[in-house]
C-alpha cells in the first residue's frame, strides 16, 4: 500500500519560491522556479500531502505499466526499422529494374529517406513538446505508414525519391517520442532496460521482414502474381504500419496524467514513482535559456559525434546488408534469409547489455562490448578471402552487435539530460547527426568496389573505432559531474527545496540531479 505524510509544498506554477523562504538554495533554482513541470497538476487540490511508495506497490505499479506501454513500444519501434529496411529487400526483388535504377541512384535512394528526417528533426521535437505526445506520435505512425504504400505505385527513380523523403519525415517522431515516453513513465535505474527491449524489436523486424521476403519472393516465382514480389512487400509492411497506429492513437496515453487504465489514485503514484529522476513528465512551455544550455554543454556535442560517427556504418550496412551478403557468393534469395540471424545478435546483445547497465550501473561503459564484437566482425570480413562465404557471414552477424552504444546514449538522452526544453533539444542534435551519418553511409559502398567494398570496410572500422573513444570521454565527463554535484550538495549551507524535481530545471542547474554512468 501507498501511505501518505504531510508535508508543504506550495504550488508552483502560482507562486514562485522567494529567496526569502529559501535563501541558501542555489540562485539558478530559484530564478527559474516559477514555471514548474507537468507533474504539478497530478498534486493539484492535495497541497499538504507528498505521497510515499512502498517496494510492494511500486513493482505491481511497475507491472502495470509495463504491460500496457511496452508491447505497443516494441511493435512500432520494430516496424520502424523494418519499414526502412524494405527498401534493402526490394533492391535483390527486381526493384532496381523496373523502376530503372541506374550508377548511383540506389545509394541516393537509401540517403533520401534521411534527408526527409534530417529536414524535419528539429521541428518535430518542438511539436512532441508542445501537442499531445501520444496523439502527435500516433499521427506520424500512421502517416509513415501510408506513404510506405505509395511506393508500391512508384514508376521511376524521381517518384521513390519523393516517397523516401516524406518517409524520413513522420518516421523522424518516433525515436524521440519514444525516448520521451520512456523517460515519462520509468525512473531511471529502468530506462536503459527497458530502451534496450523496444530497440531490440529493430532485430526481430529484420528477422520478421526478411522471412515475409523470402517468403514473398518464392511464392511469386512460383506460382507468379499479378504485380511484382517488391511492390507486395511494401504493400504489407506499409498496411500493417498504419493499422498498428491506428491502435496507438486510441490506447496510448499522452503521460499518466490521462492514462484511462489508470486510477486517479494510480496516476499520482505513477508521477511520484518518477521524483526520483529530478525531470518531471513534461513542459509544454519553449525556454531559450534551456536551449543555450542544449548548445553550450559539452555532454550532447559528445552524444552528436558518437551519432553521426556510428551511423556512417549503420547507414552503409543496412541499405546494403542484402547485397553486402551476395557479395559472399549467396544468391539474392538466399541473402534475404541468411540476414535474419543478424537480427537476433541485435536482440541478445540490446537486451543483454540494457539489463547488465541498468543493474551494475555502468551503462556506457558495459554498451562498448557490443563496438568491440563489431569491430572483430568487420575485420573478418575484410581479412578473410573471397571464398571463405561462411567466415564472412559470421562476421557480418558479428556487426549487428554495433547498435549496443547507440541506444545507450539514446537512454542517457532521456536520463542524463533534464529541462523539457533542453532534452527534446539535445534529442534533435542527437538525431541530426544521427541522419548526417545515415545519409554518408550508403555513399560508402560504391559500386566500383563490389563485390569487397573494401573502402566501405575500412570506414566501417575507423569510425567504431572514434566511437569508442568518445563513449570513455562521456563516460569520465559524466562521473566528473557527479563529483561536482556531490561537493555542493555537501555544503553546510546547501538546502533543497520543497518539490524541486518538478521545477523543470536543467541537469546543470540542478545540484540534485545525479549522472547516470
Known amino acids: 500500500m501507498a501511505s501518505e ?7 508552483m506554477e502560482k507562486e514562485p519560491i522567494s529567496p526569502e523562504v529559501t535563501g541558501t538554495a542555489p540562485e539558478e533554482v530559484l530564478l527559474h522556479s516559477h514555471d514548474a513541470d507537468e507533474a504539478m497538476k497530478a498534486f493539484a487540490g492535495h497541497e499538504g500531502e507528498v505521497m510515499v511508495l512502498d517496494e510492494a ?13 511496452m508491447p505497443l513500444l516494441c511493435v512500432i519501434y520494430g516496424l520502424n526499422y523494418l519499414d526502412k529496411t524494405t527498401l534493402s529487400y526490394a533492391s535483390v526483388m527486381g526493384l532496381q529494374t523496373d523502376i530503372g535504377l541506374v550508377g548511383s541512384d540506389y545509394q541516393w535512394l537509401g540517403s533520401m529517406f534521411y534527408f526527409g528526417y534530417l529536414a524535419w528533426e528539429y521541428p518535430t521535437n518542438r511539436l512532441l513538446q508542445r501537442l499531445p505526445l501520444a496523439k502527435y506520435s500516433s499521427l506520424c505512425i500512421i502517416m509513415w505508414g501510408l506513404v510506405l504504400c505509395c511506393m508500391a505505385a512508384v514508376k521511376s527513380f524521381s517518384g521513390a525519391v519523393a516517397v523516401r523523403f516524406f518517409l524520413g519525415i513522420f518516421e523522424s517522431a518516433v525515436t524521440p517520442g519514444f525516448a520521451l515516453f520512456t523517460s515519462q513513465w520509468y525512473t531511471k535505474r529502468e530506462q536503459g532496460t527497458r530502451m534496450g527491449i523496444w530497440f531490440s524489436f529493430n532485430g526481430f523486424a529484420q528477422i520478421f521482414g526478411g522471412l515475409v521476403a523470402y517468403g514473398i519472393a518464392r511464392g511469386t516465382a512460383l506460382h507468379g502474381s499479378t504485380i511484382a514480389s517488391w511492390k507486395i512487400i511494401f504493400l504489407v509492411t506499409g498496411l ?17 496524467l490521462n492514462a484511462r487504465w489508470l486510477s486517479k489514485e494510480d496516476r499520482r503514484l505513477a508521477v ?4 526520483i529522476n529530478q525531470q518531471g513528465i513534461g513542459n509544454k512551455h519553449f525556454k531559450l535559456y534551456q536551449l543555450k544550455e542544449a548548445l553550450t554543454d559539452p555532454l550532447p556535442w559528445a552524444f552528436v559525434f558518437y551519432a553521426c560517427t556510428a551511423d556512417i556504418p549503420n547507414g552503409g550496412i543496412s541499405n546494403f546488408f542484402s547485397q553486402l551478403i551476395v557479395s559472399f557468393g549467396y544468391t539474392a534469395e538466399e541473402s534475404l534469409l541468411y540476414g535474419t540471424p543478424g537480427g537476433a545478435v541485435e536482440v541478445v546483445t540490446l537486451i543483454l547489455c540494457g539489463y547488465l547497465g541498468d543493474r551494475y550501473g555502468h551503462r556506457i561503459l558495459i554498451s562498448c562490448s557490443g563496438l568491440v564484437i563489431s569491430i572483430i566482425g568487420m575485420l573478418l570480413i575484410v581479412a578473410l578471402p573471397l571464398s571463405n562465404n561462411g567466415g564472412r557471414l559470421a562476421g557480418y552477424y558479428m556487426t549487428q552487435a554495433s547498435a549496443t552504444p547507440f541506444v545507450a546514449l539514446l537512454s542517457l538522452v532521456a536520463t542524463n539530460v533534464a529541462g523539457y526544453t533542453k532534452k527534446t533539444t539535445v534529442a534533435a542534435m542527437y538525431l541530426i547527426a544521427y541522419c548526417i551519418g545515415n545519409i554518408i553511409g550508403p555513399q560508402t559502398f560504391r559500386p566500383k568496389d563490389a563485390p569487397r567494398y573494401k573502402p566501405a570496410e575500412i570506414t566501417i572500422i575507423v569510425c567504431w573505432f572514434a566511437c569508442i573513444v568518445d563513449l570513455i ?5 559524466c562521473r566528473n559531474q557527479n563529483k561536482k554535484k556531490a561537493a555542493v550538495r555537501a555544503q553546510p549551507h546547501y538546502r533543497k527545496l520543497d518539490n524541486q524535481e518538478w521545477l523543470d530545471l536543467t541537469d546543470r542547474e540542478n545540484p540534485e540531479f545525479v549522472y547516470t554512468l
Open 5 to 11: 505524510k504531510i508535508a508543504t509544498p506550495p504550488d
Open 57 to 69: 506497490t511500486s513493482k505491481k505499479l511497475l507491472r502495470k505499466i509495463d504491460r500496457h506501454l
Open 240 to 256: 500493417l504500419t498504419a493499422v498498428i497506429g491506428c491502435i496507438f492513437l486510441f490506447v496510448m496515453p499522452d503521460n499518466q
Open 272 to 275: 511520484e514513482r518518477v521524483r
Open 473 to 477: 570521454f562521456i563516460w569520465w565527463y
